[in-house]
């Protein structure tokens, strides 16, 4: 069965800093996906990353995936106060079933 | 576009009671999956259906139930709620062909379950 883990679970960042999320999953995927939840708020997409070696970047933020090593990662660059939120990443399992990793709660102070 | 919309917002039920969540889109998706989130445990799929008339289990089926009549709407029964539901609810939808072209999930805006 397939386990999702990101790390790290907190993240407290300074402005300006740079820091990388990780997310590994335990069986063979191609389909990796990437959520921002504010509190109290529903999920957004962020990424789709649909096969090995792909990478994609929105302002602060790029997502890349390696199939091989079973490894998705968010990477900051200079971080602001308004990417704080928990961060998600999923995987799709048997075409229809998708696996959530448990969050990571990334906080940006000044 | 509405997107998807979930209702009740709120609710609290008393162990034993039984209640649906609605869940509908204005997307034409045929995709829609219902998730719970409890605190540190990120999203569980509870069922989800991939078309009208077609209904499959998730992760965590087990004192739900499911049906789609219509592609707008996925409603979620609870048989009988038992206080391990206290959850909140969240219904997404995408068009069906996963695949190919890599769709993104839409999510609701959620139903916070309280059961006592």
């Known amino acids: 069965e397939l386990k999702v883990e990101q790390n790290p679970l907190f993240l407290s960042m300074q402005e300006g800093k740079n820091y990388t999320i990780y997310c590994n999953y335990s069986t063979t995927s191609d389909r990796l996906y990437w959520y921002r939840q504010d509190p109290g708020k529903s999920l957004e997409s962020l990424f789709v990353?649909?096969?090995?070696?792909a990478v994609k970047q929105e302002g602060r933020l790029m997502a890349s995936l390696d199939t091989k090593a079973r490894l998705s990662t968010l990477h900051i660059t200079a971080a602001v106060h308004d990417l704080s939120a928990t961060y998600f990443c999923a995987v799709l399992y048997n075409n229809n079933d998708m696996r959530f990793g448990a969050g990571t709660r990334l906080t940006v102070k000044p | 576009n509405a997107g998807v919309t979930q209702t009740p917002k709120f609710q609290v039920l008393k162990t034993g009671q039984s209640m649906t969540l609605q869940c509908a889109q204005d997307?034409?998706?045929?995709?829609m999956s219902w998730y719970r989130q409890d605190p540190g445990m990120g999203l569980r799929l509870i069922h989800y259906s991939v078309g009208a008339g077609i209904t499959d289990q998730g992760e965590v089926p087990n004192g739900y139930n499911v049906s789609r009549s219509t592609t707008e709407d996925f409603p979620l029964r609870l048989l009988s709620a038992a206080p391990s539901q206290t959850s909140v609810y969240f219904c997404?939808?995408?068009?069906?062909?996963?695949?190919?072209?890599?769709?993104?999930?839409?999510f609701g805006p959620g139903t916070r379950l309280t059961v006592t």
């Open positions: 990353l649909l096969s090995n070696g």
């Open positions: 997307m034409n998706h045929e995709y």
């Open positions: 997404a939808s995408s068009h069906s062909v996963w695949r190919l072209g890599g769709y993104e999930q839409y």
